[in-house]
């Protein structure tokens, strides 16, 4: 099973996801998109950091577009974080130690690209 890095920007994971599930190489993507297969590299690589007409142009290089939705701000993360702090030192730990017992069962039965 191929593990990926955590994309270092927004941008960066965007690109990679379209370019994967599309089954492009960096240098096929640029040839659709029209730029240079370095100006992929950099961008995936968190180096650059595209303006939104020159991601959109990009993407639309995979057949993808990219669509914005404002919603209300979702504070879960932050609810759960403030209860966490909050337990006492052996609950959280056990807390912890279910949390990466999940990542890693949903982790292992992931489909892989």
Same mark, same amino acid.
């Given at each position: 099973?191929?593990?990926?890095?955590?994309?270092?920007?927004?941008?960066?994971?965007?690109? *990679?996801?379209? #370019?994967? =599930? #599309?089954?492009?190489?960096? *240098? /096929?993507?640029?040839?659709?998109?029209?730029?240079?297969?370095?100006?992929?590299?950099?961008? /995936? $690589?968190? #180096?650059?950091?595209?303006?939104?007409?020159?991601?959109?142009?990009?993407?639309?290089?995979?057949? %993808?577009? %990219? *669509? !914005?939705?404002? =919603?209300?701000?979702?504070? &879960?993360?932050?609810?759960?974080? /403030?209860? *966490?702090?909050?337990?006492?030192? +052996?609950?959280?730990?056990?807390?912890?130690?279910? &949390?990466?017992?999940?990542? /890693?069962? !949903? $982790? +292992?039965?992931?489909?892989?690209?």
């Amino acid at each position: 099973m191929r593990t990926l890095k955590p994309a270092p920007t927004v941008a960066a994971g965007l690109l *990679r996801m379209a #370019r994967l =599930e #599309r089954g492009l190489t960096q *240098r /096929e993507l640029a040839g659709r998109a029209g730029v240079a297969q370095a100006v992929i590299a950099t961008i /995936e $690589s968190g #180096r650059r950091q595209p303006t939104i007409p020159t991601l959109q142009r990009i993407l639309a290089g995979a057949g %993808l577009e %990219l *669509r !914005f939705r404002l =919603e209300a701000i979702d504070d &879960h993360d932050r609810v759960l974080e /403030e209860r *966490r702090r909050q337990m006492p030192p +052996a609950v959280a730990a056990v807390v912890d130690r279910r &949390h990466r017992e999940n990542v /890693e069962l !949903f $982790s +292992a039965n992931a489909p892989t690209p």
